[in-house]
């Protein structure tokens, strides 16, 4: 009996942890969408408020609308900045899949000369801070003329070792001998790939998809260093321009930051069934 309720005791310990941890996260997101429905200056209250007095959406017209200013058209230019985010975010996302999903399979199950060195070698390079290449590479990119340009934010991420190795510890999972009785049956290496290797690596895939258009939508310093003009800004580097002016704002600024979220964690929740999947590995069986 004792040691019945010492257990029961450890599931609600354990339960009310993970309640606390989950308030720790959700009540600050909470807080910044009630800030962002707040009027001008209303958080700047002492103590702040949680909740608003009065709900409005001027918040988000401001920041959204274009208007008149002394005969000449104004706006924050957050749409445009959207759309550029959601530009190098989905092609960053494509075409980095197309790389890395293959250089994954093809280090777990292809035989060729300098495979493990070669390994060896990117995973040492995980040691290295992103931002110790960034002048070298805003050096090259200089010289081959990619800067200020879309082509210069998204060619750094494309060929993102994390996720080659990622897919490799996925494709391991999968059996040897179903791959060599297809070969047996004469399928090529791009059909067993295709047909049979990209289904079972699906949830994985979808869970590298979602790694890779978070890490490109929130990335700030390396489009802030490679793009100068405004109309090509993405998203984090246009809300801090936007910082820059209006930091006492509070109210515009969390609108700014729902603006920036939101659409990142609806895509994390749809896909939310697929990423679980995918970390677990739970649809490769061996």
């Known amino acids: 009996m004792s ?57 988000y017209h401001e920041l959204l609308a274009r208007r008149l200013i002394d005969g000449a058209w104004f706006d924050y230019r957050i749409v445009p900045a959207i759309g550029n985010s959601l530009f190098v975010a989905g092609v960053s996302t494509l075409l980095g899949l197309m790389l890395t999903v293959p250089a994954g399979y093809a280090f777990a199950k292809l035989k060729f000369r300098g495979r493990e060195r070669l390994l060896q070698l990117l995973i040492a390079t995980l040691v290295v801070p992103g931002q110790v290449a960034m002048l070298p590479l805003f050096l090259i990119f200089k010289e081959l003329g990619l ?18 190795l990622f897919v490799r510890q996925a494709t391991l999972a999968i059996p040897d ?14 059909r067993i790939f295709v047909s049979l290797v990209l ?20 990335d700030f310093l390396w489009p802030l260093i490679v793009l100068a003009d405004q109309q090509r800004y993405t998203l984090p580097v246009a809300v801090a321009a936007i910082a820059r002016e209006h930091a006492a704002d509070g109210e515009l600024m969390m ?9 990142v964690l609806l895509l994390f929740l749809m896909l939310q069934r697929y990423y679980l999947r995918g970390l677990l590995g739970g649809s490769l069986k061996g």
């Open 199 to 218: 289904p079972l690596l699906a949830p994985v895939t979808v869970t590298l998809a979602l790694f890779m258009f978070l890490g490109s939508w929130n």
């Open 147 to 164: 800067v200020n340009s879309y082509a210069g934010v998204i060619l750094p991420s494309l060929a993102g070792i994390f996720a080659i």
């Open 3 to 59: 040691g019945l309720l010492a257990r029961r005791a450890r599931v609600v310990a354990l339960n009310l942890a993970v309640a606390l941890l989950a308030l720790a996260v959700i009540i600050p997101l909470v807080w910044m969408v009630t800030v962002s429905f707040m009027p001008r200056y209303a958080s700047s209250a002492f103590p702040p408020p949680f909740w608003p007095t009065r709900w409005t959406w001027e918040n």
């Open 177 to 190: 001998e179903m791959l060599d009785a297809a070969r047996l049956d004469g399928a090529g290496e791009m």
């Open 255 to 263: 609108a700014a930051s729902v603006v920036t979220t939101m659409p």
